[in-house]
């Protein structure tokens, strides 16, 4: 999703001097990694003067004050998915533009994670009259040069030329068949579309679907695979126009099933403000979608909107998404990419970091980066963090799920 980055900034709030929040001495935690009892906050008292009341896409949970970035721990069974090492550090930055929104896409024949730029914020420099670009960047230089310093590195991100036929890409997976797929939000009259681009030079383009018979989609914004087919779901909100470079939308905000081997599209799930990431677990059999509908673009922020992430299975003969339930709501900004490691742990990029929720949707812990975070990406040196300006790597010993068609 493309929200303004004038909102992403987080301040950390200290919630309560009187509640004791600090490292159990029961736990051996990874270095500089803080531990939340839950039970030392559940109550503050009804004259507590430190209430979350202002926004909370500026006001993060950070009850120990610890300067980000570092691990805040809710649970223990969040250690099995750090590991005991696991450090967050600044692997790429670029002061000044937001270049690592959204859409990160794996390679592992490559090791390279190919990534968008934010569509539409204020950072994004793209709007009507501008795209927004896409780059990546080499996992291996970044082992190279987080192995010659304890502290963090600024490697090299390399932008694509593509064709223009790519407007204001926002979601990306795969490989698809060897390619990248993208799903874009298109720009002023410029249909929004899902395109496959070639890896490697000159990135030759594919456009696999731009309309719903012959109705132009409103922005698409995330799309997966779905686990052991072909098959592609994505999500199609109002952000395009709600951030200014999009006309104002024709079909309600849905998520879509699109078979590129027959070309067959149709609607999978309504009823959402604003559909944004979306995930399958590793069977295939359980959907998630994000409502992001907390965050309106030029309308501002309303936090009685949802900011939640949907749970539905998926049909096993029609794969329409059923019997919708309530998964998780984030306490900070709105849950926006997702994805999924392969113990079925769910991760989205939030308000302060990348929160994490166990397969029953208790919140187990967050990379906490104190900023807006939209996406994130498992690779083999790690978990990969956008964060606008900059990225991060936190090396844990998670391991997402396969995101790739054969």
């Given at each position: 999703m493309a929200v303004s980055t004038?909102?992403?900034?987080?301040?950390?709030?200290?919630?309560?001097?009187?509640?004791?929040?600090?490292?159990?001495?029961?736990?051996?935690?990874?270095?500089?990694?803080?531990?939340?009892?839950?039970?030392?906050?559940?109550?503050?008292?009804a004259n507590y003067a430190q209430w979350r009341t202002n926004d909370s896409f500026t006001v993060a949970f950070n009850p120990t004050n610890t300067t980000a970035p570092f691990i805040q721990v809710f649970d223990p069974s969040f250690l099995s998915i750090t590991g005991l090492n696991a450090t967050i550090r600044l692997v790429a930055s670029h002061p000044g533009f937001a270049v690592a929104h959204e859409a990160p896409i794996y390679v592992p024949d490559l090791n390279v994670v190919f990534f968008a730029?934010?569509?539409?914020?204020?950072?994004?420099y793209s709007g009507w009259y501008n795209n927004s670009v896409v780059s990546m960047i080499n996992v291996t230089q970044v082992d190279n040069a987080l192995a010659t310093t304890p502290g963090g590195a600024d490697v090299p991100i390399q932008t694509l030329n593509l064709s223009d036929t790519v407007q204001m890409v926002n979601g990306g997976t795969g490989p698809y068949k060897g390619n990248l797929l993208f799903v874009t939000s298109g720009r002023a009259l410029l249909p929004p579309s899902v395109v496959l681009v070639n890896p490697n030079p000159p990135y030759n383009t594919t456009v696999l679907l731009d309309n719903f018979y012959g109705r132009q989609f409103n922005s698409l914004n995330d799309i997966k695979i779905l686990p052991g087919t072909?098959?592609?779901?994505?999500?199609?909100?109002?952000?395009?126009?709600?951030?200014?470079?999009?006309?104002?939308?024709?079909?309600?905000?849905?998520?879509?099933?699109f078979d590129p081997s027959t070309g067959q599209v149709r609607v999978?799930?309504?009823q959402f403000v604003n559909p944004n990431g979306i995930a399958f677990t590793q069977d295939g059999k359980t959907a998630f979608v994000t409502d992001t509908g907390a965050a309106g673009g030029f309308l501002g922020n309303n936090m009685t909107h949802p900011a939640t992430i949907y749970q539905y299975d998926v049909d096993p003969v029609t794969q329409s998404f059923k019997n919708r339930r309530v998964f998780a709501y984030s306490d900070s900004g709105i849950p926006d990419g997702i994805q999924l490691d392969t113990a079925?742990?769910?991760y989205s990029g939030c308000g302060d970091?990348?929160?994490?929720?166990?397969?029953?949707?208790t919140l187990i812990g967050k990379f906490f980066l104190n900023t807006t975070t939209a996406e994130l990406m498992f690779t083999e040196s790690g978990l990969l963090i956008l964060v606008e300006e900059s990225i991060y790597l936190a090396n844990i010993q998670a391991q997402g799920i396969d995101l790739a068609a054969q």
């Open positions: 004038s909102a992403a900034l987080a301040i950390a709030l200290a919630v309560a001097s009187t509640t004791t929040a600090a490292t159990s001495p029961d736990l051996t935690l990874p270095p500089g990694a803080v531990y939340i009892d839950p039970l030392d906050y559940n109550v503050v008292g730029s934010n569509a539409g914020g204020t950072l994004g072909n098959v592609v779901f994505f999500t199609d909100p109002s952000y395009g126009y709600l951030n200014g470079f999009r006309p104002e939308p024709m079909l309600p905000s849905q998520v879509y099933r999978v799930a309504d079925g742990n769910v970091g990348i929160h994490v929720w166990n397969p029953e949707g």
